[in-house]
């Protein structure tokens, strides 16, 4: 009889610290999944902003490179100013002579 009023009295206090510790696992488990999901949009949206500036990236290389193609700079350079190919009388030939000390 004394072992069991003993138990007894370890049960009453031992059944209200597992329903606290129930409850707050339950409250963690809660926080935590709605810490995931906040986060899981943000990383959506991150992918979302990544992926528009990669196809800006793309249009800017395009942009670029049309720029800098050869024909455009090639009629450039003949309309703003007013060069072109030289004749082949015109074009001089300059070697390196080395130096005898």
């Given at each position: 009889?004394?072992?069991?009023?003993?138990?007894?009295?370890?049960?009453?206090?031992?059944?209200?610290?597992?329903?606290?510790?129930?409850?707050?696992?339950?409250?963690?488990?809660?926080?935590?999944?709605?810490?995931?999901?906040?986060?899981?949009?943000?990383?959506?949206?991150?992918e979302?902003?990544?992926?528009?500036?990669?196809?800006?990236?793309?249009?800017?290389?395009?942009?670029?490179s049309?720029?800098?193609?050869?024909?455009?700079?090639?009629?450039?350079?003949?309309?703003?100013?007013q060069?072109?190919?030289?004749?082949?009388?015109?074009?001089?030939?300059?070697?390196?002579?080395?130096?005898?000390?």
């Amino acid at each position: 009889m004394l072992l069991q009023g003993n138990m007894r009295r370890q049960v009453n206090w031992l059944l209200p610290l597992l329903w606290l510790a129930l409850v707050l696992s339950a409250l963690s488990v809660i926080y935590v999944s709605h810490l995931c999901r906040q986060l899981y949009n943000e990383l959506s949206k991150l992918e979302q902003e990544a992926n528009a500036l990669q196809v800006e990236w793309g249009r800017y290389l395009l942009e670029q490179s049309s720029w800098a193609s050869l024909s455009r700079v090639e009629q450039l350079a003949e309309s703003q100013l007013q060069m072109r190919v030289p004749e082949p009388d015109e074009i001089i030939i300059v070697r390196a002579q080395a130096v005898v000390e």
